[in-house]
């Protein structure tokens, strides 16, 4: 059945540095979706990317879908403390639902 | 408040017992889904709703949990004779309807703690 993994499982970093998390699947995707989960929340709507290369921007944070619609990257600019929290891809898996990947948690340490 | 809202937020019960979960989806919303957490994983699918009829449910979901969306607007999910293994955190999103079925943002509600003792 459809699987996404993600990489990493964790991430530590320092306040300033940069971060980037990667989805990878083994079937071709329609399309894919980020959600933010911070510490003790619930999963938060950050984008979705339709186009084969598509990369989208919001502030800080930079969004790539690969040219074989078969990956997914969210990069991180200059990480600040606020940025803590799991950040998990999710990809289409039928007709109804979307399959969530396992998650990067990212740290930051100030 | 016209977020996703879920009852009771914490709910802590002995193994065997009955439990049952409240989603109030957004008003204009059509399609709901129930999902289920553990600690260090990602959201797993477990049931959705498209108005009233229940239109998948997971294979991975037990006889023991049933789900129901009456008149199409709030959902019910209940955990009959729960184990421990039940312990998690059971999130409902909700869509808005829209023409493509998968092309629109989930919203999450604030999930529903299940601690089975």
């Known amino acids: 059945g459809q699987q996404v993994m993600q990489i990493p499982q964790y991430q530590h970093v320092q306040e300033g540095e940069d971060f980037t998390t990667y989805c990878n699947s083994s079937?071709?995707?329609?399309?894919i979706q980020w959600y933010k989960q911070r510490p003790g929340g619930h999963p938060v709507f950050l984008i979705q990317?339709?186009?084969?290369?598509e990369v989208k921007k919001q502030k800080r944070l930079t969004f790539q879908f690969g040219e074989a619609k078969k990956n997914s990257s969210l990069h991180i600019t200059a990480t600040q403390t606020t940025d803590v929290g799991t950040y998990f891809c999710a990809s289409p898996g039928g007709t109804y639902k979307y399959i969530f990947g396992t998650g990067t948690r990212l740290k930051v340490l100030a | 408040d016209t977020g996703v809202s879920q009852n009771p937020r914490h709910k802590i019960t002995k193994r065997g017992q009955n439990v049952t979960f409240r989603c109030d989806p957004i008003?204009?919303?059509?399609?709901l889904y129930w999902y289920r957490q553990t600690l260090g994983q990602g959201p797993e699918f477990l049931t959705y709703?498209?108005?009233?009829?229940?239109?998948?449910k997971s294979r991975l979901l037990s006889d023991r949990f049933s789900a129901e969306r009456p008149k199409g607007s709030f959902s019910t999910l209940e955990i009959q004779r729960t184990e421990q293994g039940d312990s998690a955190m059971y999130l409902c999103?909700?869509?808005?309807?829209?023409?493509?079925?998968?092309?629109?943002?989930?919203?999450f509600g604030q999930g529903t703690r299940l601690t089975v003792v």
């Open positions: 999103a909700s869509r808005p309807s829209g023409a493509q079925l998968l092309n629109t943002e989930a919203f």
């Open positions: 709703f498209q108005n009233e009829a229940q239109l998948e």
């Open positions: 008003s204009e919303h059509n399609r």
């Open positions: 079937t071709t995707l329609s399309n």
């Open positions: 990317l339709v186009k084969s290369g």
